[in-house]
């Protein structure tokens, strides 16, 4: 009887990872087109400068919206697009229409800062540089109000040709960001050497930080270490009040998360930038005062 069962249950499985893969090339087959249809936009979620008290910062995500299946996550789409290459042509386009869409909050007289995602292929990409100071040139936003983020994993993979990317970009006065940090494996000690300016501690920390004592003093650390090293430091992932208050107790200088807002539409983010936000920093329990 038993194996019987085993014998359906793995039937099953089969069937079901043939509709997978199916369901898998058509979406590739999709990707293909969507560029030229134009079912890609970018929404901003904005970044709360704690000493200014207001946003000075966004950071632009991609959303796929498909004919048929509707809105697509990129967690869904970036990683089938670095497989076949496609994340070249759509990684432009996110910086091109990100550093567009941005001029124009300039233009308004809101000169916020614009951080965009890069894929590590992209930064891989020989020709890289200067594909960045092309699209800076032809929308005429500011170098040095774009910040790019990448993961440590990007580091990792292909640090020696990576260092020269780094370098050339922080010669044109655009910042760099290293995204999730703390997933990784890169030590501060080789982070210090490398040409980046702001460290993004990831959700994942802020996510349990109530409730874990650990993550209390991992993301404690993490802070005090950044900024003796001269980085600045984000924390991405903020629901709650109380984690606000407490990354400002700690010293964390950008808050970004769902409890300030959901990643919004550059019209709905124009409405919210003369936003004042007043964060009165809480001591946790058991945390002694900073010495
Ligand atoms: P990420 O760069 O770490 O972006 C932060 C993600 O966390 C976003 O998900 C954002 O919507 C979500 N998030 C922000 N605040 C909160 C919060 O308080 N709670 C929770 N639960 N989530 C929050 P999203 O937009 O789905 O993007 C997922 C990932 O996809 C990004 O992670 C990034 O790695 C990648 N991605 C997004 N846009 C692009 C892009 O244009 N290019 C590339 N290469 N990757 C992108
Ligand atoms: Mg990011
Ligand atoms: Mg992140
Ligand atoms: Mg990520």
């Given at each position: 009887h038993a194996k019987n069962e085993g014998r359906d249950n793995c039937q099953f499985y089969n069937v079901d990872l043939t509709f997978q893969a199916e369901k898998r090339m058509h979406l590739e087959n999709d990707l293909r087109n969507a560029l030229q249809q134009n079912e890609f936009y970018l929404v901003y979620q904005p970044q709360l400068d704690v000493a200014e008290e207001n946003f000075q910062s966004v950071e632009a995500l991609i959303r796929w919206q498909h004919p048929k299946q509707g809105l697509i996550s990129p967690l869904d789409f970036i990683p089938l697009a670095e497989e076949n290459g496609l994340i070249i042509p759509i990684g432009d386009w996110v910086l091109r229409t990100a550093c567009t869409e941005a001029a124009q909050w300039h233009q308004r007289g809101r000169p916020l800062q614009v951080a965009v995602n890069l894929s590590p292929l992209q930064i891989k990409n020989p020709d890289f540089v200067k594909n960045v100071l092309d699209i800076l040139a032809e929308t005429?936003?500011?170098?040095?109000k774009l910040v790019l983020e990448i993961t440590e994993g990007a580091l990792m993979e292909h640090s020696e040709n990576i260092l020269a990317t780094l370098l050339a970009l922080r010669e044109h006065h655009i910042q760099i960001a290293l995204d999730?940090?703390?997933?990784?494996?890169?030590?501060m000690n080789y982070l210090?050497?490398?040409?980046?300016?702001n460290i993004k501690v990831d959700q994942s920390f802020v996510r349990g930080l109530l409730d874990k004592k650990e993550n209390l003093a991992i993301v404690r650390a993490i802070i005090s270490l950044s900024k003796n090293l001269g980085f600045s430091i984000t924390a991405e992932g903020i629901e709650s009040l109380n984690q606000a208050q407490v990354l400002k107790y700690f010293g964390c200088e950008t808050l970004q998360g769902y409890y300030f807002s959901?990643?919004?539409?550059m019209q709905e983010m124009l409405a919210l930038t003369d936003k004042q936000w007043r964060i009165e920093p809480l001591r946790p329990n058991g945390v002694n005062h900073e010495s």
């Amino acid at each position: 009887h038993a194996k019987n069962e085993g014998r359906d249950n793995c039937q099953f499985y089969n069937v079901d990872l043939t509709f997978q893969a199916e369901k898998r090339m058509h979406l590739e087959n999709d990707l293909r087109n969507a560029l030229q249809q134009n079912e890609f936009y970018l929404v901003y979620q904005p970044q709360l400068d704690v000493a200014e008290e207001n946003f000075q910062s966004v950071e632009a995500l991609i959303r796929w919206q498909h004919p048929k299946q509707g809105l697509i996550s990129p967690l869904d789409f970036i990683p089938l697009a670095e497989e076949n290459g496609l994340i070249i042509p759509i990684g432009d386009w996110v910086l091109r229409t990100a550093c567009t869409e941005a001029a124009q909050w300039h233009q308004r007289g809101r000169p916020l800062q614009v951080a965009v995602n890069l894929s590590p292929l992209q930064i891989k990409n020989p020709d890289f540089v200067k594909n960045v100071l092309d699209i800076l040139a032809e929308t005429g936003f500011p170098p040095g109000k774009l910040v790019l983020e990448i993961t440590e994993g990007a580091l990792m993979e292909h640090s020696e040709n990576i260092l020269a990317t780094l370098l050339a970009l922080r010669e044109h006065h655009i910042q760099i960001a290293l995204d999730d940090f703390g997933t990784g494996y890169s030590s501060m000690n080789y982070l210090k050497r490398l040409p980046i300016n702001n460290i993004k501690v990831d959700q994942s920390f802020v996510r349990g930080l109530l409730d874990k004592k650990e993550n209390l003093a991992i993301v404690r650390a993490i802070i005090s270490l950044s900024k003796n090293l001269g980085f600045s430091i984000t924390a991405e992932g903020i629901e709650s009040l109380n984690q606000a208050q407490v990354l400002k107790y700690f010293g964390c200088e950008t808050l970004q998360g769902y409890y300030f807002s959901k990643p919004i539409t550059m019209q709905e983010m124009l409405a919210l930038t003369d936003k004042q936000w007043r964060i009165e920093p809480l001591r946790p329990n058991g945390v002694n005062h900073e010495s």
